[in-house]
């Protein structure tokens, strides 16, 4: 056979089952011969049935573009020798191929035998960092053109041209990853093995790879932070310094203000609070006096952010910018939590075992080609399927293991920690520095700053991070991968692995499985009287998933103490073994991979332990715990959470000792509610004589702005959840196909979310446009803005995580709709328990934390719409109790000062129109 020569085919169909009689509707072959693309072929064919409106929607070929084509009898033989000799190639092989296997036989051929390479395989394989796999998201991604999505003839040309890429890519992966890879690519669900190894011969010979090695696995040799000598950086004139920089600078006084004031502070070791509405430029106003600081000190400033993109545009963006305003160059390091980064030993162990799963093995193979280019090591970055998770957190850092001097030399957070003592600021993230047990004082020694960005968010930063859960079903998953010597699992093989080296005794392992027998039985006990109890406290409800405040159920805990102590006991034995098992100086692979794999159970059941200690059996007073549950599927839904309900001691731990003698900037653009001023700087602990600065953008900054209160619409409160839905979808419909789409759609709730795209879906009124809804569609926050981003007519409906935190700028959105008050659940564990201390007190808890809380919210949902002086958007408010409930001024005084109109729906579509034409 020859393997040069590749046909890339992409079909068009009536539907997905030719065994249910849909037919091909367009074809196209690209035949590849030597790396060149050689032939074209495209046909429309006559399916001989009327084609789905859907299918045209989505393919835009008609009824009447395949109404004079042939039938795909005609065009048969044509297309079956064309993939004589020739290795099959498409973007879901699966549908490509069958769906054609089953059109020849129709046709009276014979089946096409051959090898074939699936394009999705090969890029989730080579790309394992894309957001989306989808073609036109992938080829987006790599630049490659695709303008017609679901048309065949495009879509095989930037299939073709993928692939080209992908193979191009895959051969430039130096011989030793390439022969890894090549060991497990017989696993593979296509024949990409015959790829892998066309490249591995290519290579065999080829000249020293610049590629460093740990224990046999290429790694990109890692750029370091040079120390280079000291620079004078003249002070202040950030204005003159920035139109320097910046030929086209806009003078924003506020932005000087700002900068000023932060300066003074830095230099001062003082504390401040500022609230720096959308538009300041307020990441180069601390930016920059920072740089300054570090210069002139000799002082190292810690930025501390809560999101990932904040962190990417500090490293990306603002540091080149400030790099230029100071004229120096300036040295930025990222470093984040231990349990981010790559465990190289473990990994290099995983490599010499056998996978368990198609899963295991195609995550070890994206790891394989990751750490080629990767210069972080942060796992974070892969997108592994779920399955493949599982495999990613056995080979994350622990504070469990540590390090040999060999070891560290490659170690990607030790590198981390090396780069952040050379820099002049470090970037990190919130959770950094609330862990107390992970930050490595030797990075901070020399840190005479914080700045503490995106600061409203360390309130929840600090309440995740001292979150502990407890999951049934992942108990279960860890007791299967144990297992008991007869069900042949991990024990077993310890076992035989202890029977031939001699590490452990009979006895010992024998004890061992005693008391796993103990504490599993014991978990099903406790876990059948949390399920009774959940039953019982339910058993009138009309919804089957609901949630309790553990302290509501009625529940015995001595079964709960009985459990603990025994797999406390069978975890101190299991150790025991371990450090016996250190000690033995010859040992086999399979040996060291079962004794990897144990320790890194044994580990996992010590965390969960804590976790079961701190929920049930030792709870803290000033801490909640909840479970959450499906009453038609228990205990297999049982999960429950602990979270502390009050974090000013949590961060005060962190804060409390440096203040006075380090400077610490507390930032962000909503700081502040109208009626309570102080609503977030309270719960941070920050001492009531730091005021609040704020520095307001241009008073032109939102002219751009229309604030819509949509007044026809039902009373939330007195219509059935149902028929409040059907006037939401009616409402976004309408607001969608006014502005052309660009909408977010803002929930609180996933369950009225779902129903209403459910509605908007059955409707059909909005098949033109690409909607992305959280929780439904698939992808993390980040995937879904970026597909919501690439699409003209796109829709995009978010529950509380898209209410901030996300940036899309200019013309990519014009409209915000809320559907409801941002309020929480009066039923949500936390806000109940948080409610309760407060009414304790004697203060109103609606007006002292719900309220305010929620005025937060919305300001942070107006804060998506407008994010410079040239944007135009819409804010369109669906819950009437914004105008006829007394608290609804707090809302609305707590929006930038733009023109609100209390309109209808019919009149709100109409003066959206005019407002466009205007436009």
């Known amino acids: ?300 400033v810690v930025v501390s952010t809560y999101t990932t993109h904040l962190q990417d545009q500090l490293l990306q963006n603002e540091g080149k910018i400030v790099e230029r305003a100071i004229g120096a160059p300036l040295r930025i390091a990222l470093i984040k939590g231990l349990g981010h980064y790559i465990d190289l030993t473990r990994f290099a162990e995983l490599l010499q075992g056998d996978d368990e799963s198609y899963d295991e093995t195609f995550t070890i193979m994206q790891v394989l080609i990751w750490l080629t280019s990767t210069e972080t090591g942060d796992l974070n970055e892969l997108n592994v399927s779920s399955g493949g998770q599982f495999l990613l957190d056995k080979i994350r850092r622990s504070h469990l293991r540590r390090l040999t001097p060999p070891e560290k030399r490659y170690d990607y957070y030790e590198n981390a920690l090396m780069q952040a003592k050379e820099a002049h600021i470090i970037v990190t993230n919130h959770a950094f520095l609330l862990n107390q047990r992970v930050p490595n004082p030797a990075v901070l020694e020399n840190v005479g700053a914080f700045i503490w960005d995106e600061a409203h968010q360390v309130v929840q930063a600090a309440v995740a991070q001292h979150e502990k859960t407890f999951v049934y079903t992942q108990w279960k998953y860890i007791f299967g991968q144990l297992g008991l010597y007869d069900e042949q699992q991990l024990f077993s093989k310890l076992y035989e692995a202890a029977d031939r080296t001699g590490f452990s005794t009979v006895p010992e392992l024998l004890k061992l499985e005693s008391l796993f027998i103990k504490f599993v039985a014991l978990f099903d006990e406790v876990s059948a009287i949390l399920s009774a109890s959940f039953s019982e406290k339910f058993r009138n409800s009309r919804h089957q998933k609901c949630s309790s405040l553990l302290s509501e159920l009625d529940i015995n805990k001595d079964r709960f103490f009985d459990m603990l102590r025994y797999l406390n006991e069978w975890i101190d034995l299991s150790q025991l073994i371990l450090q016996k098992a250190d000690r033995l100086t010859e040992k086999t692979v399979s040996d060291r991979i079962i004794l990897t794999d144990w320790r890194h159970w044994t580990e996992e059941l010590m965390l969960k332990a804590v976790e079961f200690s701190e929920i049930f059996v030792f709870p803290l007073a000033d801490e909640v715990s909840w479970i959450e549950g499906d009453l038609r599927s228990l205990p297999n839904s049982l999960s429950f959470y602990k979270r502390p309900f009050e974090v000013t001691s949590l961060v005060e731990n962190v804060i409390g000792p440096v203040r006075g003698t380090k400077a610490v900037v507390w930032l962000s653009g909503t700081m502040s509610v109208p009626s309570n001023e102080r609503f977030i700087v309270n719960q941070l602990g920050i001492p009531r004589n730091v005021p609040i600065s704020k520095f307001d953008p241009p008073k032109d900054f939102y002219q751009g702005a229309r604030v819509f209160v949509v007044d026809d619409m039902p009373d939330i409160q007195q219509v059935s959840q149902s028929e409040y839905i059907e006037s939401v979808a009616d409402a976004v419909v309408q607001t969608v196909l006014v502005t052309e789409g660009r909408c977010f759609v803002l929930f609180t709730s996933q369950d009225m979310l779902r129903k209403t795209v459910e509605l908007i879906q059955d409707t059909g009124l909005l098949d033109d446009y690409m909607l992305f809804a959280q929780g439904i569609s698939s992808g993390s926050r980040l995937r879904l803005l970026k597909s919501f981003q690439r699409f003209q007519k796109s829709v995009l409906f978010g529950t509380n995580s898209f209410w901030e935190g996300v940036d899309v700028p200019g013309d990519a959105l014009r409209a915000v709709v809320v559907v409801r008050l941002p309020f929480t659940s009066p039923d949500e564990p936390i806000f109940k328990a948080r409610t309760e201390a407060i009414a304790k007190e004697g203060v109103n808890p609606f007006l002292q934390y719900a309220l305010p809380e929620a005025v937060l919210r919305l300001r942070q949902g107006f804060g998506r719409l407008i994010r410079s002086k040239n944007d135009k958007g819409l804010f369109i408010v669906l819950d009437r109790r914004i105008e006829t409930k007394s608290y609804g001024k707090e809302f609305l005084s707590a929006l930038p000062k733009v023109k609100v109109s209390k309109v209808s729906l019919e009149k709100m579509v109409t003066d959206i129109e005019d407002w466009y034409n205007k436009q």
């Open 1 to 300: 056979m020859n393997t040069q020569k590749y046909v890339v085919v992409d079909i068009e169909t009536t539907g997905h089952s030719p065994a249910k009689g849909d037919r091909i509707i367009q074809i196209a072959l690209v035949t590849i011969e030597k790396g060149v693309i050689v032939d074209t072929y495209m046909k429309f064919i006559n399916p001989g049935k009327k084609i789905p409106v859907f299918i045209q929607d989505l393919t835009n070929i008609s009824d009447k573009d395949v109404a004079t084509a042939p039938p795909f009898e005609d065009f048969a033989e044509t297309i079956f020798e064309k993939l004589q000799d020739a290795i099959f190639v498409a973007h879901n092989t699966n549908f490509d191929l069958t769906f054609l296997q089953a059109e020849l036989k129709r046709s009276g051929l014979p089946k096409w035998h051959g090898l074939a390479m699936d394009t999705v395989e090969l890029t989730r394989l080579m790309y394992p960092t894309a957001f989306s796999y989808k073609l036109q998201d992938i080829a987006a991604e790599l630049g490659i053109p695709l303008t017609s999505a679901h048309r065949a003839d495009e879509d095989a040309i930037a299939t073709a041209h993928l692939f080209l890429r992908a193979k191009e890519d895959m051969g430039r992966l130096p011989y030793d990853t390439l022969s890894l890879l090549h060991k497990r690519s017989f696993q593979l669900k296509s024949d990409l093995s015959r790829l892998v190894f066309e490249m591995m011969q290519k290579k065999r010979n080829a000249q020293p790879d610049l590629f460093d090695r740990f224990n046999g696995i290429p790694l990109k040799i890692k750029n370091r932070i040079s120390n280079t000598a000291p620079v004078e950086v003249p002070s202040g004139d950030w204005q003159n310094r920035l139109e320097r920089a910046f030929p086209n600078f806009e003078r924003r006084k506020s932005q000087i203000d700002m900068m000023n004031s932060i300066q003074n502070t830095l230099f001062e070791n003082g504390e401040m609070v500022i609230e720096a509405s959308t538009g300041m430029g307020k990441t180069i106003a601390y930016l920059l006096p920072a740089a300054e600081f570090a210069f002139a000190t000799n002082k190292q």
